[in-house]
């Protein structure tokens, strides 16, 4: 399993969203395995560039979305089953709440504001 991604300093999106879009894509194109061991954090750092701080915080994502498995001490591995639509609806989703939350940052919105505005527009129906 290559660690070489192939990340763009000049797109707007961010390095670790990047990470996260590339390895995604990976696992469902079947080029890596359930079970398969993933790169360590600092080797994928240092084969792209990148911080490790960058590394772990795509492997948080991607562990969160059910696309690997990581065991302290063991390293990370491809999740063993995986449902791609859900996966493929868990990374627009982040990319959806990276949005908001660079407006509400933008709009000077607090965590607690931004849980009402949420909270409300549920409860007044206007999501499915």
């Not at 360590?40 to 059910?66: C, D, F, M, P, Q």
Request: charged letters at 20%; aromatic letters at 4%.
């Amino acid at each position: 399993m290559s660690a070489q991604l192939f990340l763009s300093s000049t797109d707007a999106t961010p390095m670790y969203r990047q990470i996260v879009d590339q390895i995604t894509a990976r696992v469902i194109a079947g080029d890596w395995a359930p079970g398969s061991a993933l790169p360590s954090i600092r080797e994928l750092a240092a084969a792209n560039g990148v911080s490790v701080i960058t590394v772990k915080r795509a492997y948080l994502e991607l562990e969160h979305a059910g696309v690997i498995v990581t065991r302290h001490g063991k390293g990370s591995t491809v999740a063993e089953s995986l449902d791609p639509s859900r996966a493929r609806l868990q990374g627009e989703l982040l990319r959806q709440i990276d949005a908001v939350l660079i407006t509400a940052e933008r709009l000077g919105c607090t965590n607690a504001e931004l849980q009402d505005l949420i909270a409300n527009r549920r409860q007044q129906g206007n999501t499915p």
